[in-house]
């Protein structure tokens, strides 16, 4: 069975997603339809990109992502197929495809679109049908042509400096835990005592789990993606700590 | 495979829609079964019914769906099959079948109910293993008899007066899109110069998408029903033109 | 096909959900997945067992459910399989489990993981890709050693004194319904006349359906467990009542 995997900002009040699925089962009947999330901010492409980095790599080999963060719709930005890690990713060509576009083989979708096509709602007309196609085995070939110049946005990435990792806070999930971009590899390039601040927030050590310290307090661990988590035993970092996505992060080593 | 499409105001927050997938399985286990949405606002019949109508054509034809908006559970109100447009349709007879009624088979359902029957649940007890069954291929006259007066509600439809086209907010999304009742083919009847009016709110022109304005303007498109839509680019309509399901748009031509 | 059910306290906005589909759909392509509900109150281990307790029977034999309300992730609680009613159960062993521990056979967990095992997402690393091996037919001997003390919760039950039972509201579901514990089985072990008392709240009938009473008044029926349920017909018992969760209900016969 072939798996459509979605990433969306369509929230699931309206029927706009359960339509999408109607559309990928008309053209492949035996498709395995999972949402990954439909809760991506709105118009927020980044968060669309960071939310794809995060869990792509969950998912089988051939799995075809369907990713609709798309605020210029209807307008000039292309709709394209990014072949990449052994996966499919479908979408508009606005960056959301960053963390994949490296060494990726893109291509313009030019057919396979249902006949006709409104202006605000590709994830139905264009992304979706293409899905179906894409995921029964169609050729990309049979679907557009290959282009070059994918847009690609800037990722926050941390940065080191001399001996300080600084990063920043990418993402409070529903928990209130504050995601941070640093990661364990970059982490364990340093060695020795350590303190982490965000504002006049101070970690000195990392825990094993949000279980080490008691319920209600600040705790430091690596998180689900292995990047560093701010969070607070069984409550949420957000609320307590006010903390948020953009804050900076910074781990200084002596 | 055969596919049941869901459409209720049960929400996802509590086990009922799980709990109706698990007897849909029990009784077809290979059920492709998906979410149109479960967000209908609570005991809203005719917004089940607007939903309903915008979303079924993009599902396969001999697609199930469960449609489940019923403050009259329990009740004196009947449990349908409606057979139409190539579809079946399940649910109470309180007129949310009304966008398939036109030309449809109805039948009474009078079998294939669970054992033990809840006065408030018949989403779970009757509609989801007659579901099952149907989408099994059991037919429906082994589930019921056919009857020839089924509910219908008057669906808020536009009104052509003269040179004028006076039609409403019939949904807002959950973007803040105003989505009207004015489809493309009516207002095609006419020609000329025209202006579109939502209380003070005017508009000489049809965008050809969201992204032909500045973000933060208000824009007027062919929506995903090929429908008038009221948006504003990058932002909600609902929010910042005030505008509301219910309020009057009138197109007016010279 | 074989089916996994889930129910997590993770919500819908973040990939948490999304991945573990794609773990388990990565150790077993052919899993139908089923979402009871992700929307269990943060850290409510009883909430998920209560939820776990509605729900389960409506599903097949042999359905494998993952249930993480798992606040104490990455710390000393153990993970488990129960195998208890024909079906499956996957989770952390915190009391969860409780509803289906009677006459279970449990097996602690210690393979099948994920190579990479964070500390705060089990529900990713272990439960998922054991749910997986287990829905494709793996034993659970392979997967780890059968153990005789899992954790069981204080689950609120009802209580019978004299011509008494002493009950409490469970849950208010996103109506705004109030469901209590009372049974109809136990209830119908007394007979006469009796009232029901939620604080100044008194009922002296239970209806047979929400249409019993007019829109906006409140109604006393058998609730879709058969439990008694507290309501406002077409409205919300929580609001208009002000009845909330873990609030006494007693039925007092003559």
Same mark, same amino acid.
Request: a neutral charge.
């Given at each position: 069975?072939?798996?459509?995997?979605?990433?969306?900002? $369509?929230?699931?009040?309206? #029927?706009? *997603?359960?339509?999408?699925?109607?559309?990928?089962?008309? %053209?492949?009947?035996?498709?395995?339809?999972?949402?990954?999330?439909?809760?991506?901010?709105?118009?927020?492409?980044?968060?669309?990109?960071?939310?794809?980095?995060?869990? !792509?790599?969950?998912?089988?080999?051939?799995?075809?992502?369907?990713?609709?963060?798309? &605020?210029?719709?209807?307008? #000039? /930005?292309?709709?394209?197929?990014?072949?990449?890690?052994?996966?499919?990713?479908?979408? @508009?060509?606005?960056?959301?495809?960053?963390? *994949?576009?490296?060494?990726?083989?893109? $291509?313009?979708?030019?057919?396979?679109?249902?006949?006709? %096509?409104?202006?605000? $709602?590709?994830?139905?007309?264009?992304? +979706? &049908?293409?899905?179906?196609?894409?995921?029964?085995?169609?050729?990309?070939?049979?679907?557009?042509? /290959?282009?070059?110049?994918? *847009?690609?946005?800037?990722? &926050?990435? @941390?940065?080191?400096?001399?001996?300080?990792?600084?990063? #920043?806070?990418?993402?409070?999930?529903? !928990?209130?835990?504050?995601?941070?971009?640093?990661?364990?590899?970059? !982490?364990?390039? !340093?060695?020795?005592?350590?303190?982490?601040?965000?504002? #006049?927030?101070?970690?000195?050590?990392?825990?094993?789990?949000?279980?080490?310290?008691?319920?209600?307090?600040?705790?430091?661990?690596?998180?689900?993606? $292995?990047?560093?988590?701010?969070?607070?035993?069984?409550?949420?970092? +957000?609320?307590?700590?006010?903390?948020?996505?953009?804050?900076?992060?910074?781990?200084?080593?002596?």
């Amino acid at each position: 069975m072939s798996i459509v995997a979605l990433i969306t900002d $369509f929230g699931l009040s309206d #029927e706009y *997603v359960g339509v999408m699925k109607g559309v990928i089962l008309s %053209v492949n009947p035996s498709a395995s339809i999972i949402d990954i999330t439909h809760s991506i901010p709105r118009h927020d492409v980044i968060a669309g990109a960071l939310c794809l980095e995060r869990s !792509f790599k969950y998912f089988p080999e051939k799995t075809v992502f369907v990713v609709v963060v798309d &605020p210029g719709v209807g307008g #000039e /930005r292309r709709p394209i197929i990014v072949c990449s890690s052994r996966r499919v990713f479908i979408g @508009p060509d606005n960056g959301v495809m960053t963390p *994949v576009l490296d060494g990726a083989d893109v $291509f313009l979708i030019e057919r396979g679109w249902l006949k006709d %096509v409104s202006s605000t $709602f590709h994830g139905r007309d264009i992304f +979706a &049908p293409v899905a179906g196609l894409v995921s029964k085995g169609v050729s990309f070939k049979k679907l557009g042509r /290959r282009i070059h110049d994918p *847009v690609v946005l800037r990722i &926050p990435k @941390p940065e080191v400096k001399g001996t300080k990792i600084c990063g #920043e806070i990418i993402h409070i999930d529903a !928990f209130g835990n504050a995601i941070t971009n640093i990661s364990k590899d970059i !982490f364990e390039k !340093f060695t020795g005592a350590f303190v982490i601040e965000i504002g #006049e927030i101070k970690f000195y050590k990392i825990s094993k789990s949000y279980s080490d310290v008691e319920v209600g307090k600040p705790v430091c661990v690596w998180g689900s993606s $292995f990047t560093l988590e701010i969070a607070v035993r069984d409550g949420s970092a +957000a609320d307590k700590l006010d903390v948020k996505k953009g804050d900076k992060v910074v781990v200084k080593f002596d």
